[in-house]
């Protein structure tokens, strides 16, 4: 059959109604196919192509500054499509469920249980990070990665508390609820002074937890063991203002207040070290708090004018 046989041209068209008819529908018919295709693919290209992983620009890649202002279609339900986040969490929870049931199977998988207490750290579950981490310690004994982890989760777990119970006694303020709260700030230092003893007994060369030790002491209101710790930083430029501001915290706390005057002064005076405006302007002020206190006025009036002094310049130095 020949092409003019098959197709009607223009004027058997225009002399036959039906056929003129029957094309105009197969065309309607053909644009609004064609209409549905380029919008799939435009719903394709901005929501990512669903056979393709992450790392392959697929669904689950980050949002665009961009697409945050476009508007939803008109008939697309918004609840219907997945946010980054909610794809994310969901892979995150197959994956986890995945790693759980692997271990339950085969608790010799030492990168599994160190990738499953990571998704447990994400997900803020610090107390069964540290249940799995306990459990791998038991099996890996010797592995420092291991360690490590289980020491964070217990930090994590013990600040994780101590914030809950600190929003509970905000809330209630009742006696009991106070009570919880001394008991879960004197846990959150202990648990720092434990790991960070344990660390320093590795590796001794971590002269940064030092002062995190000194200051957990002192939260544990152990305040000459936090003295005598600070006092070990003396030497040290880098933590000599901070180790005296505490050693001065020390002294005030157990009632000598004139030795902790001499811790103070190093902070706001000395100049072969300046100490950070953090340090040195509650320095300035504690010392004029306890010139008043101890009725040392013309000491006190020093004090005020280097705090004044500081303050109009802005500065570091007074």
């Keep these: 059959m020949s092409h003019s046989d098959s197709q009607p041209d223009d004027a058997d068209v225009a002399r036959d109604p039906q056929a003129a008819s029957d094309s105009d529908a197969v065309t309607e018919d053909l644009s609004r196919k064609s209409a549905i295709e380029n919008e799939e693919t435009e719903l ?52 986890r469920q995945e790693l759980e049931h692997k271990l339950r199977e ?3 998988d030492l990168d599994g249980f160190l990738e499953l207490a990571s998704i447990y750290r ?31 989760a ?43 003893r344990a660390r320093l007994e590795r590796d001794p060369t971590q002269t940064t937890l030092r002062m995190a030790l000194a200051e957990a002491k002192f939260d544990a209101e152990l305040f000459e063991d936090s003295f005598a710790e600070a006092g070990r930083l003396l030497e040290l430029d880098e933590f000599a203002p901070a180790a005296h ?19 103070l002064r190093a902070v706001a005076l000395r100049k072969a070290v300046i100490a950070p405006t953090r340090l040195k302007r ?36 007074a």
């Excluded at 990512?48 to 500054?65: C, F, I, K, S």
């Excluded at 303020?173 to 790991?195: F, G, M, N, P, Y």
């Design 44 to 95: 394709l290209s901005q929501s990512g192509n669903p056979d393709l992983g992450p790392l392959e620009g697929g669904r689950w890649r980050p949002v665009r500054p961009d697409e945050l202002l476009k508007k939803p279609r008109a008939g697309v339900d918004e609840e219907t499509i997945d946010s980054p986040a909610d794809s994310k969490q969901a892979v995150q929870l197959e994956r």
């Design 106 to 108: 085969n608790p010799t």
């Design 122 to 152: 994400e997900e803020e579950r610090p107390l069964e990070a540290k249940r799995l981490l306990t459990q791998a310690a038991q099996i890996f004994p010797e592995e420092e990665r291991v360690r490590y982890q289980l020491e964070e």
């Design 154 to 196: 217990i930090l994590a777990r013990s600040l994780q508390q101590f914030r809950e119970v600190s929003e509970l006694a905000h809330r209630l303020k009742t006696a009991e609820a106070q009570r919880e709260l001394e008991r879960s700030r004197s846990d959150w230092a202990c648990r720092r002074i434990d790991v960070c």
């Design 245 to 263: 501001f505490l050693r001065a915290r020390c002294l005030i706390a157990i009632g000598k207040d004139l030795a902790a005057m001499k811790e």
């Design 282 to 317: 509650p320095a300035l002020k504690m010392l004029n708090e306890l010139s008043e206190k101890l009725g040392l006025d013309a000491t006190g009036q020093q004090y005020r004018e280097h705090l004044e002094r500081m303050e109009s310049s802005g500065s570091d130095h």
